[in-house]
């Protein structure tokens, strides 16, 4: 069972549920309304932004800045012309199509980082067959920004697989997922629990991992100690 709920969350956590979007793309998903988001009468060229989380909160909030202004002057509706309206209508089926595509993601990343979810919040078992594969694929998708998407669905998963780190690392546990999380990416977790400084998070669960490593030395076949903090070690400084 364990190899198949693997397979599953791995295809589920895939790069490229995230990598294939770019900032414009998430923008058009969350966008509502009968009017399309990228204005195509528009004749100003515009330069499109990188994909990011910071690009999507810019974008998203020209655009509420847009709606809000309309609203307050009361912008008049002009008639389009045939091939103005013809222009619209294929924008909107563009968008439609983009619309479907992220919800389908977050579907499936949303799907992936449950089943993790669950195993690590499930009865006492055996992490060594899944908690790898799992923090690599979650750690993916942080590092690419997948909470534009999912929220905070990706760093819950990881919190909760911090868990499974071996008991001898204490109260330290929770630490190590949050600063694994924060190291790879933006996290979308809670204020509270961003505002220490990454260092004084970092360097006890380097230390707590060196130590744990060297217990592990001293008591083999125990692959679980602290698998989740080990991307921390190729996190950027």
Request: with cysteine; glycine share 6%; net charge neutral.
């Amino acid at each position: 069972m364990i190899p198949k709920l693997v397979a599953q969350f791995c295809e589920d956590l895939k790069p490229e549920r995230i990598s294939q979007f770019s900032a414009t793309d998430i923008a058009i998903a969350r966008h509502t309304g009968d009017t399309p988001f990228i204005d195509v009468l528009d004749t100003k060229a515009k330069n499109l932004p990188n994909k990011s989380a910071k690009d999507y909160d810019t974008l998203k909030w020209e655009e509420e800045l847009r709606a809000e202004v309309a609203k307050k002057h009361g912008q008049k509706q002009k008639k389009l012309t045939a091939d103005e309206q013809a222009k619209v209508k294929a924008q909107l089926e563009k968008e439609s199509e983009i619309r479907d595509a992220v919800n389908s993601a977050e579907v499936m990343i949303k799907r992936g980082a449950g089943i993790i979810k669950s195993l690590a919040n499930s009865p006492p078992t055996e992490a060594d067959g899944w908690i790898n594969p799992a923090c690599s694929s979650l750690c993916k998708l942080a590092q690419l920004g997948g909470g534009v998407i999912v929220g905070d669905s990706i760093s819950s998963a990881l919190m909760a697989c911090g868990d499974k780190v071996s008991s001898r690392i204490g109260e330290m546990r929770p630490f190590v997922a949050i600063a694994t999380i924060r190291a790879v990416g933006k996290t979308f977790l809670r204020s509270e629990l961003e505002t220490e400084p990454l260092g004084s998070k970092l360097y006890p669960g380097l230390y707590l991992e060196s130590t744990a490593n060297l217990m592990n030395v001293c008591r083999p076949n125990n692959p679980d100690i602290i698998p989740s903090s080990n991307p921390i070690r190729a996190a950027p400084s």
